[in-house]
């Protein structure tokens, strides 16, 4: 009885503990702007807020390696900015803005490069990502250019056409949203990576495209945490019924001796 009762506190302690247990750290708020392939990565940017307006903004690329569905946090990577009213094409460094660091915190945001960037004219920009890969593997270093509409309000004689799905359900929240992201690539792993002069894909489709994946992928996290969670309240309310008995047991057979 000593030895089960031991084992019902060790059940207790380790549920307690897997309530209080830290979580991983949430990544940089936004939607999906655009994904696509390179040779070695998957990547997505994101933007907070959106739609856009005059002002700051937070601008997030997020890379992945498709070889191992895991966040890539060994690269440099900076931004230009290409103006609505700069020469094209994007981006020359005495020409258009920047370079502009995106920082990465491998600890809390892995996978995920963020900075704040303002815009300071409505229009079409382009913003150009350039990923610097260590000596080492200096052969995944990539260039991908996306384009961005900044608005100059939201008011006005016409109003901003919002996506049905890029709303803040949609957003991309990422320490989560890479694992969820990573989880989802693993499932459809049997299908082939596009090719990287297939990179960029429409700005407007992409939130739509992301939305199904990350909706699906949290639900499935949601149902096996939540049966994880019962397995160790199933376990001590077996060990109760099963030392019940025994219990009860006791002082009969002690009387009995006697």
């Not at 290409?82 to 809390?108: K, N, S």
Request: overall charge negative; aromatic content about 8%.
């Amino acid at each position: 009885m000593f030895i089960t009762r031991k084992v019902i506190t060790a059940l207790w302690l380790m549920l307690l503990l897997s309530f209080v247990t830290p979580t991983p750290g949430q990544a940089h708020g936004g939607v999906v702007i655009d994904t696509g392939f390179t040779d070695h990565f998957e990547w997505l940017v994101s933007i907070d807020p959106y739609p856009t307006l005059l002002g700051e903004a937070t601008l997030t690329l997020l890379v992945y390696d498709i070889a191992t569905y895991e966040p890539m946090s060994d690269l440099t990577v900076q931004i230009y900015l290409a103006a609505p009213d700069a020469p094209r094409p994007c981006c020359q460094p005495e020409t258009h803005r920047g370079p502009i660091d995106l920082i990465v915190d491998p600890e809390i945001y892995p996978g995920d490069y963020s900075n704040v960037v303002t815009f300071d004219q409505p229009g079409d920009w382009e913003l150009q990502f350039v990923a610097t890969a260590p000596e080492t593997i200096g052969a995944k270093s990539f260039t991908l250019v996306v384009p961005l509409q900044i608005h100059a309000t939201m008011g006005g004689s016409q109003p901003i056409p919002i996506d049905a799905n890029a709303t803040p359900d949609v957003a991309a929240t990422a320490t989560m949203f890479a694992q969820n992201v990573a989880e989802a690539r693993q499932e459809n792993s049997s299908q082939a990576a596009l090719p990287s002069s297939q990179e960029t894909t429409n700005a407007v489709d992409a939130p739509a495209d992301s939305a199904p994946t990350l909706a699906v992928t949290r639900g499935t996290n949601w149902w096996l945490w939540g049966g994880l969670g019962l397995v160790p309240i199933v376990l001590i309310g077996w060990l109760i019924l099963v030392s019940g008995p025994r219990d009860n047991e006791s002082p009969d057979k002690e009387s009995s001796d006697s």
